[in-house]
């Protein structure tokens, strides 16, 4: 069915990237990140498993059950597939590279051939995803290889009704499209609405997840969920003969039927695939130039913006700038974000979480100050191809530091504000120390992007790497991110142990608060001057790395 040429061309593919990650470990540079990388790896990976293994000794699965899970991954596969239907999301399952659009749409080979080609590209790099996914989840489930089965079988069936979905709007006209999405959307509401009236019924007396698995066994339940079923049991199957195999090769026959549909569409999608496959490119370039996340931009063509600031010596146009770049290429971001911070008190709480336990939300904000600025590139890191632009601006350089670090720190910590706030009304007893780590946001965030983008002129990198096997790439990032998380609690640390001295000697809290408030505003103030000076030497000939 399939020419033994792409076959071929499969087998090169995946041993090229592997010889590429070789070669790359043969210079001491290389070895070096290459170990940092595996390194970093291991100690991500290595607790996930020991935690696996004492909860399932010890029989304490603590946030999910295994009945959980049944009951509620058939109601996730049916919301992303009636939204698949209605939003187009499944563009990224017909994408080709365009390096695969120049040479094999141009090859004798039929369309047929080239859906089998790209459905089993996307298996073989499914395989790694779902041992890597199943490496953290599988301590909620019974057995390590009924996880991944599962993962593997359901995220193949999810991208192949993606294509489905998207090769039957190819075929049919806009209006018979139009008609046929009203009539799922009619159908899905009727019976969810069927399905919510009789979970309510039970919900109230066994709880709603007992109320899903009896829903799961009713009519409307096996018409609205019923296929989506056998990759819930899969996954949770507690003997690998008995129980997974059986719900597995149902799953794995409902992937062939939906393979055996696509093929028998047969529909000329190279058009389709082309404007895919350069949306998709001009993404990941806007990804590795910092403007915005692939998976998060919204069109970039908009063209609303923000009133203009005053010019504040130069410091105000650089704000209005990063503000529009913002809010034109990131509103989904800036949707889903809000609604993450103002939901995290509630699941907090709905996780049974003391109101004393503070542990959680130290979590939560050493994650969000790591991970989640790094989502917000709207300072230099965003301008790594605008260098020249930017130095060629008749603004003092400490003007242009000053204001490139504003945007991400005036976001960031209304985003903050939105996340403990929501964590406030759902944790009374901790809300004294919530209001305390609220003042201290504005001088943490604002030293936070500084040693960022201080340490990004200093090593500049792009945010994006270039492959998947680009270990080099993840070991330098690794590296750069340990040196700024150790100068940043250098910093903090100092900080806050003056400020505590003086609480010890006064006995006065107000003023060691004072006291170090003032100390960590003025340590990020003092990087300032340093950044400018690290600007003011950046030359985009030299210093710009290669993409």
């Keep these: 069915m399939i020419s033994s040429s792409l076959v071929q061309l499969l087998r090169l593919r995946y041993k090229s990237r592997m010889r590429n990650t070789l070669r790359s470990v043969k210079t001491l540079r290389g ?27 010890n029989g304490n699965h603590n946030l999910f059950s295994t009945d959980a899970i049944e009951a509620l991954l058939p109601f996730g596969l049916f919301a992303y597939c009636l939204l698949n239907v209605f939003l187009n999301l499944g563009e990224k399952s017909i994408y080709f590279t365009p390096a695969e659009i120049d040479f094999l749409f141009a090859s004798p080979f039929h369309r047929k051939e080239l859906l089998l080609y790209k459905i089993l590209s996307n298996a ?14 599988f301590r909620f489930a019974h057995h390590f290889i009924c996880v991944a089965a599962g993962f593997f079988l359901m995220i193949n069936f999810m991208n192949q009704f993606s294509m489905t979905a998207l090769l039957i709007k190819q075929i049919v006209t806009g209006f018979a499209y139009t008609r046929f999405r009203q009539i799922v959307l009619g159908a899905a509401g009727l019976l969810l609405a069927a399905g919510c009236w009789q979970m309510a019924d039970y919900a109230s007396s ?9 829903f799961q066994s009713s009519l409307a339940g096996v018409i609205m969920i019923g296929i989506f079923i056998p990759f819930a049991k899969t996954m949770t199957a507690n003997n690998i003969l008995t129980e997974m195999l059986p719900w597995a090769s149902i799953a794995l026959l409902l992937n062939m039927v939906l393979v055996y549909g696509i093929l028998q569409l047969d529909a000329n999608y190279y ?4 404007a895919v496959s350069q949306k998709i490119s001009q993404a990941a370039q806007r990804m590795k130039k910092g403007q ?3 998976f998060f931009s919204s069109k970039a063509e908009s063209k609303s913006g ?4 005053p010019a504040w010596g130069g410091i105000g146009p650089i704000v209005w700038r990063q503000f529009t770049t913002a809010y034109r290429n990131s509103k989904i971001l800036f949707l889903l974000l809000p609604i993450l911070c103002i939901t995290m008190g509630p699941i907090l709480s709905s996780k049974g979480m003391s109101s004393n336990d503070i542990s959680p939300m130290i979590m939560v904000l ?10 917000l590139p709207f ?37 903050e504000f939105l996340l403990f706030g929501g964590i406030a009304l759902f944790f009374a007893k901790t809300q004294a120390l919530l209001t305390i780590v609220l003042l201290f946001l504005i001088p943490f965030n604002f030293l936070l992007f500084a040693v960022d983008n201080l340490f990004f002129l200093v090593f500049p990198v792009r945010l994006a790497q270039k492959g998947g096997g680009d270990f080099q790439h993840f070991g330098r990032s690794m590296l750069q991110f340990f040196i700024r998380m150790i100068t940043l609690f250098a910093i903090v640390g100092i900080a806050g142990g003056i400020g505590y001295l003086l609480y010890i000697i006064t006995q006065i809290q107000s003023l060691g608060l004072i006291a170090s408030w003032i100390l960590l505003f003025s340590a990020a103030c003092s990087i300032v001057p340093w950044i400018a000076l690290a600007f003011e030497r950046f030359d985009p000939s030299i210093h710009t790395p290669a993409e």
């Excluded at 990140?33 to 290595?46: G, Q, T």
């Excluded at 923000?306 to 600031?309: I, Q």
């Design 271 to 274: 058009e389709r695939a082309e």
């Design 306 to 309: 923000l009133s203009m600031l």
């Design 366 to 375: 050493v994650w969000f100050s790591f991970f989640v600025s790094q989502m």
């Design 206 to 214: 066994i709880g709603w997840i007992e109320a899903m698995r009896r």
């Design 31 to 57: 070895a070096l990140y290459f170990s940092i990388a595996a390194a970093v790896f291991l100690l991500w990976m290595a607790p996930q498993i020991i935690l696996a293994f004492h909860e399932q000794e």
């Design 292 to 294: 915005s996340s692939p």
């Design 124 to 137: 073989m790099t499914l395989i790694f995803t779902s041992l890597f996914i199943a490496v953290f989840t």
């Design 379 to 415: 300072d230099f890191r965003g301008d790594l191809d605008r260098m020249d632009w930017l130095k060629m601006l008749p603004l003092n350089p400490l003007a242009i530091a000053i204001g490139q670090l504003l945007t991400p720190t005036l976001v960031f910590t209304t985003l």
